[in-house]
Nanobody
Framework: VQLQASGGGVVQAGGSLRLSCEAS????????MGWFRQAPGKEREFVAA????????YYADSVKDRFTTSGDNAKNTVYLQMSSLKPEDTAAYYC???????????????WGQGTLVTVSS
């Protein structure tokens, strides 16, 4: 499956952005779709995930109640709605597809290119 992430940009603290990740080549209905982020000099970290088959969602504590992930199986697209953004949310955001643990980086088989989110204070 090929993944194409989009929607990054520059936003002021407290603002919102919606990231999209479109899958092609194979339907993602059997995958867990995850969002990860990586800030300069830091390791890639889990942000959110959705199991496409069940709709179950998972969130990192740092984004819980601010970010929401959802999916549209008909469009083979997952979304990450980010609200109440903080400067510490600044990072390159990646979408990924996998079949293992929802929160573990190495569980994911396919990765999209990153989309940069910059939150100014």
């Amino acid at each position: 499956v090929q993944l194409q992430a989009s929607g990054g940009g520059v936003v002021q603290a407290g603002g919102s952005l919606r990231l999209s990740c479109e899958a092609s080549g194979r339907t993602f209905s059997t995958y867990t779709m995850g969002w990860f982020r990586q800030a300069p000099g830091k390791e890639r970290e889990f942000v959110a995930a959705i199991r496409s088959s069940s709709g179950s969602t998972y969130y990192a504590d740092s984004v819980k109640d601010r970010f929401t992930t959802s999916g549209d199986n008909a469009k083979n697209t997952v979304y990450l709605q980010m609200s109440s953004l903080k400067p510490e949310d600044t990072a390159a955001y990646y979408c990924a597809a996998g079949r293992g643990s929802a929160t573990v980086v190495r569980s994911y088989e396919c990765w999209g290119q990153g989309t940069l989110v910059t939150v100014s204070s």
